[in-house]
């Protein structure tokens, strides 16, 4: 069994230019910079045989590369129980429009349909729950922020690690979109 997600990678300019975020909220457990990325599909625990499958599958989406920005500091949660600190991304149509052709395949494939609306971004921190003291003040002194564009011209399977320090993502098969 292997947990799997699809998503991008973010090149290492991008990744340095959002650890200028990471600081300033206490409560906060900030993503390691290698760990930053956007999720295009979360897929769960599957076996090695579902896994060959949906890799092939994913080898068949074809889509156009795009680039796009991070923009747009938010939360995922409730005033009461806060989750996760996100950036979001600017325009976010390539991406839905890649994220619906992943959901068709995954879907085909076996897998059960996304349960919730996909809403491109990038996870930043995430909280134990309650409300961060100084967070109205963190989302004012950076609601400007724009990370330089984002290059899209491949998406990737993604085997996750969970572990004491983290999860830790490797890399399984990339899939290149193409103009």
Known sequence: MMRLFI???????????????QSGLPGARWVKPENLHMTLR??????DDAA?????????VT??????????????????????LWLGAEPPEPLVHLHAKIETVTQRTGFAAEGRKFKPH????RFNGGRPARLGDYLHAHAGF???PVPVDVFT?????LGHGG????????YPLHD
């Open 167 to 174: 999860s830790h993502y490797q890399h399984l098969a990339d």
């Open 42 to 47: 979360f897929i769960g625990e599957v076996a």
């Open 157 to 161: 399977l993604f085997r996750s690690h």
């Open 7 to 21: 998503g991008l990678s973010l090149p290492g300019p991008v990744r340095e230019r959002l650890q200028s975020l």
């Open 63 to 84: 889509a156009p590369a795009f680039e796009f920005r991070l923009k747009g500091l938010d939360t995922f949660g409730s005033a009461r129980k806060l989750r996760s």
């Open 146 to 148: 724009e990370a330089v």
């Open 52 to 60: 060959d499958d949906l890799d092939a599958a994913l080898a068949g």
């Open 122 to 125: 990038v996870t930043l921190a």
